[in-house]
């Protein structure tokens, strides 16, 4: 194959409405931010990614605007010149001149990779190894705070056969009235759905302990982050002791993490996200360590738009397993789409192109009028 060459990289920030507010332990997005890039080559190939992050700095350290920036400033010109064919080869580049900034790796990971399918005629999860499915089940997160709304919201679902599985927001209140509006909604939908919590590392270790018996002696089927991801030695005694599995996702930031939570028993499911990894590449390899660990996987979000929920998926459907599916529902969120064909959505899947790349193209007028200017 002749080289072709990167011979641009440009990080566009989009700010995109909500279809309703949604509530974390840490913060309530009011609507969401992504940084689209877009990644020009020799041949005449774009490759698209994202870098998708909540509610600014409330979740990590990086934000829509530092991402952009770091970009720019530093990662880009790094790219510049680069074999667009060797994405080996210029993540490693990245990596040894930059420490961190594990969401802009991964949106430029992404646009390689969905250049380097288009250039070849092959969907992204060929490049990743080979796809084992065309479909991901896809949780919906019950974050509007009202039980009766929540319940109600889950039956439509299920009713027009689009999610089965159900994650609540909590942490942010008392914790007994927490618990008793998860409680309610698992009653209501019975063995009908798979009801699910995330906690947002806002309990301490003494309220975790009580709460998490709570919620698995009434059927709740996952505990994400209950605790601190700091809170290391707490997690393991957590793991030990709750009914329900406790699902690290705060406390992996790298893949490095993810090593040393499979080497503590700190936790019995791994959430992958491509964001926090550093890109599809990098979240699989997340992934076999948890495999060798016999650690089960779901795969997460950063409530991305099309072009990061598509790289997810790619990377997602190249696993042996995923015992608790995922949330790839971050399209679904927003009222207005940026690409030309959204994704499809159907009998509780997301469906994944087998066209090549990502399988997107951008729609220019939409991305021109929600650009930030």
């Given at each position: 194959m002749s080289q072709v060459l990167i011979e641009s990289v440009e990080a566009i920030i989009v700010d995109l409405p909500t279809i309703r507010p949604h509530k974390l332990a840490m913060h309530t997005m009011q609507n969401q931010t992504l940084v689209v890039i877009r990644l020009r080559c020799s041949d005449g190939i774009e490759g698209l990614g994202e870098s998708t992050?909540?509610?600014?700095?409330?979740?990590?350290?990086?934000?829509?605007?530092?991402?952009?920036?770091?970009?720019?400033?530093?990662?880009?010109?790094?790219?510049?010149?680069?074999?667009?064919?060797?994405i080996n080869a210029a993540m490693l580049r990245l990596d040894k001149a930059a420490k961190g900034n594990t969401f802009a790796k991964s949106g430029l990971e992404s646009a390689l990779l969905d250049a380097q399918g288009k250039r070849l005629g092959l969907?992204?999860?060929?490049?990743?190894?080979?796809?084992?499915?065309?479909?991901?089940?896809?949780?919906?997160?019950?974050?509007?705070?009202?039980?009766g709304k929540d319940i109600a919201e889950a039956e439509h679902m299920?009713?027009?056969r689009r999610h089965r599985i159900f994650k609540l927001k909590i942490g942010a209140g008392e914790v007994n009235r927490d618990l008793k509006h998860v409680i309610a909604i698992k009653q209501a939908l019975g063995d009908n759905a798979s009801v699910r919590v995330d906690v947002n590392q806002a309990w301490d270790e003494s309220v975790a302990l009580r709460a998490c018996?709570?919620?698995?002696?009434?059927?709740?089927?996952?505990?994400?982050?209950?605790?601190?991801r700091i809170n290391r030695s707490g997690q393991v005694r957590l793991n030990q002791r709750s009914p329900?599995?406790?699902?690290?996702?705060?406390?992996?930031?790298?893949?490095?993490?993810?090593?040393?939570?499979?080497?503590?028993?700190?936790?019995?499911?791994?959430?992958?996200?491509?964001a926090k990894n550093g890109g599809p590449r990098a979240v699989l390899r997340t992934a076999q360590i948890a495999e060798a660990a016999g650690i089960a996987l779901y795969g997460g979000t950063m409530l991305e738009g099309s072009i990061g929920t598509l790289a997810s998926a790619h990377a997602f459907v190249t696993l042996k397993q995923l015992t608790w599916h995922t949330e790839l529902f971050g399209p679904l969120l927003l009222t207005e789409e940026i690409v030309s064909e959204a994704p499809v959505y159907r009998d509780f899947q997301l469906h994944v192109p087998r066209t090549p790349g990502l399988g997107l193209a951008l729609d220019e007028e939409r991305l021109a009028f929600f650009r930030r200017k």
């Open positions: 992050t909540i509610g600014g700095l409330a979740y990590g350290n990086e934000s829509p605007e530092s991402i952009k920036q770091n970009i720019d400033s530093h990662l880009a010109p790094l790219l510049i010149g680069q074999d667009a064919n060797n969907p992204v999860s060929e490049l990743l190894g080979g796809r084992v499915r065309d479909g991901l089940e896809v949780a919906w997160t019950l974050a509007s705070g009202d039980t299920l009713e027009i018996r709570i919620l698995g002696d009434n059927g709740i089927d996952l505990i994400e982050q209950p605790i601190s329900a599995p406790i699902m690290a996702d705060e406390s992996i930031e790298s893949v490095e993490d993810a090593f040393s939570l499979a080497a503590d028993g700190a936790a019995s499911i791994f959430a992958l996200k491509i």
